[in-house]
C-alpha cells in the first residue's frame, strides 16, 4: 500500500486523485492521506506567510512516516533542496498559463480603468499593473473555489488565476479569457505537480518515476532554476515559461529545443525586463542560470531597488 499524502482542498485532492489512477492502473494499492498545513489555516497572503507553507507539512509527513509521498503543486516547494526528499516524478503538465475570470464575460482589455482585479501573486499584480489598464489590484486568498465566488458575489470584478488549477477541478467554463505570455508571464513550474518521497526509499522512487514526463521536467527544472539565481539576488516578482519545441536544422533534420523566456517586474508596475534563451533539453538548469545571468546584466536588481 502507498500512503499518498496531499492537502485538503478540492484542487490538492483532485491533483493527488489524478496520480492515485496512474499508480493503481500500474498494479499499485493507493491510499490518499489528507495532511493540513499551515497555508491552508491562514488566510494572509501568501507573501507575508512564507514560501512553502503549503508543502512543510507534507514533507515532515513523509520524513516521519505517516505517507509515504507527496503530491505537491510544484510552484510551492521552495527552491533549495532538501537532501532528505527526491521529486520521483513530475507528471505531464497542465496548461502553465494564467486565466481571467470576470464579470459578464469580460476580457482584460475590456475591464474600466479602477476595477477590482484580485490575485494572490506579486508576480501577476506587478504585470497588471505593468500592462497600464488602470486595474486596482486587491489581494485574494483562500482556496479557488472561495476565489471564484468572490468574482460571482460580485464582491470583485474579476480574478486571475492558474489555467491549470480550472482545468483540474472542471470549471474552465467560467474562464472569460486565457492570458498569453506576452500579457503575463507565469510562475515557474505553474501548472506542474511533484511527486515526492524519502530519498532512500529507492523502490518506492522508481514505482513513482513511471509517471514522469520528461519534457516537463527539463522545462520546470530550467525555471525553478532561473527563479533559485533570482531569489539569491533580488526579491522582485519573476515569471518565467519553458517548452520543448521541435527546431530544424540547415539539413533538414528534426530536433528538440528547450526554449524558455522569463521577466523580472517591478512591484509596482514601472518597469518590467525580459531575457529569454534556448538550448538543449538536456542542459535545462544551465539554460535557467543563463537567462537568469541576462537578467541581472539587465538589471533585475536595480527594478526591485527602484521600486521599493
Not at 494572509?44 to 514560501?51: E, F
Not at 509521498?69 to 532538501?82: C, F
Not at 460571482?152 to 467560467?174: C, F, K, N, P, Y
Not at 539539413?251 to 525580459?274: W, Y
Amino acid at each position: 500500500m502507498i500512503r499518498l499524502g496531499t492537502r485538503g482542498s478540492l484542487l490538492a485532492t483532485t491533483q493527488a486523485e489524478s496520480v492515485r489512477e496512474v499508480l493503481i492502473a500500474d498494479g499499485h494499492d493507493v491510499e490518499l492521506v489528507i495532511i493540513n498545513t499551515k497555508g491552508d489555516q491562514s488566510m494572509a497572503p501568501v507573501g507575508t506567510i512564507g514560501v512553502g507553507v503549503f508543502t512543510a507539512e507534507l514533507r515532515e509527513a513523509i520524513a516521519d512516516g505517516r505517507v509515504d509521498a507527496a503530491v505537491h503543486s510544484h510552484k510551492d516547494l521552495p527552491t533549495e533542496q532538501d537532501p532528505r526528499f527526491t521529486i520521483a516524478a513530475i507528471p505531464r503538465r497542465e496548461d502553465p498559463r494564467d486565466v481571467l475570470v470576470a464579470r459578464d464575460g469580460l476580457v482584460l482589455g475590456e475591464l474600466p480603468a479602477g476595477s477590482l482585479v484580485g490575485t494572490s501573486a506579486p508576480r501577476r499584480a506587478a504585470q497588471l499593473r505593468a500592462l497600464g489598464l488602470g486595474l486596482e489590484i486587491h489581494p485574494l486568498r483562500g482556496n479557488l473555489v472561495t476565489r471564484l465566488n468572490r468574482v460571482s458575489s460580485g464582491e470583485l470584478d474579476a480574478i486571475v488565476v492558474a489555467r491549470a488549477g480550472m482545468a483540474r477541478i472542471g470549471r474552465l467554463d467560467e474562464v472569460t479569457e486565457t492570458l498569453e505570455p506576452v500579457q503575463l508571464l507565469p510562475a515557474p513550474a505553474q501548472g506542474a505537480l511533484a511527486v515526492e518521497c524519502r530519498a532512500e526509499d529507492t523502490e518506492l522512487t522508481a514505482a513513482l518515476g513511471t509517471l514522469d514526463d520528461a519534457d516537463t521536467r527539463a522545462a520546470v527544472t530550467a525555471e525553478r532554476a532561473l527563479l533559485a539565481e533570482l531569489e539569491a539576488g533580488c526579491s522582485a516578482p519573476v515569471g518565467a515559461i519553458a517548452e520543448v519545441v521541435e527546431s530544424i536544422d540547415e539539413e533538414g533534420r528534426v530536433f528538440e529545443e528547450l526554449s524558455l523566456r522569463s521577466c523580472v517586474a517591478a512591484l509596482d508596475g514601472s518597469d518590467v525586463i525580459r531575457a529569454s534563451g534556448v538550448g538543449t533539453p538536456q542542459r535545462a538548469r544551465e539554460l535557467g542560470l543563463a537567462v537568469a545571468a541576462e537578467l541581472f546584466e539587465l538589471g533585475a536588481r536595480e527594478v526591485m531597488s527602484g521600486a521599493r
